[in-house]
Nanobody
Framework: QVQLAESGGGSVQAGESLRLSCAAS????????LAWFRQSPGKEREGVAS????????FYDESVKGRFTISQDNAGNAAYLQMNDLKPEDTATYVC??????????????????WGRGTQVTVSS
């Protein structure tokens, strides 16, 4: 059973940084997609960034390009989201998602079978 556990959320001021971690367990060895989504009250869940562990290819939503960086550990069993220059509009619950293959674009909820419980990020102005 694949499980994802996020950590690293918190409350910061605008312009500050946070680093989120997602630990994936239960996978046998092999390539996988690890992604970060976020959801705030009244809004749909949106894709923030995704990484393919075999190639290291990364994908980002336009709203975070240049500010957020997704990375993985050497084993491909953890993903990190370095968030710099945070803005109040980045406030959301950040959720880790994963799957072996995606039948949908990287930013689509339907592309991932496994989901974490989320970690809250609050950015005040």
């Amino acid at each position: 059973q694949v499980q994802l556990a996020e950590s690293g959320g918190g409350s910061v001021q605008a312009g500050e940084s946070l680093r989120l971690s997602c630990a994936a367990s239960g996978y046998t060895s092999g390539a996988k997609w690890l992604a970060w989504f976020r959801q705030s009250p009244g809004k749909e869940r949106e894709g923030v960034a995704s990484i393919y562990t075999e190639s290291g290819a990364t994908f980002y939503d336009e709203s975070v390009k240049g500010r957020f960086t997704i990375s993985q550990d050497n084993a491909g069993n953890a993903a990190y989201l370095q968030m710099n220059d945070l803005k109040p509009e980045d406030t959301a619950t950040y959720v880790c998602a994963s799957d072996r293959v995606r039948g949908f674009p990287w930013y689509s909820n339907r592309g991932y079978t496994y989901w974490g419980r989320g970690t809250q990020v609050t950015v005040s102005s």
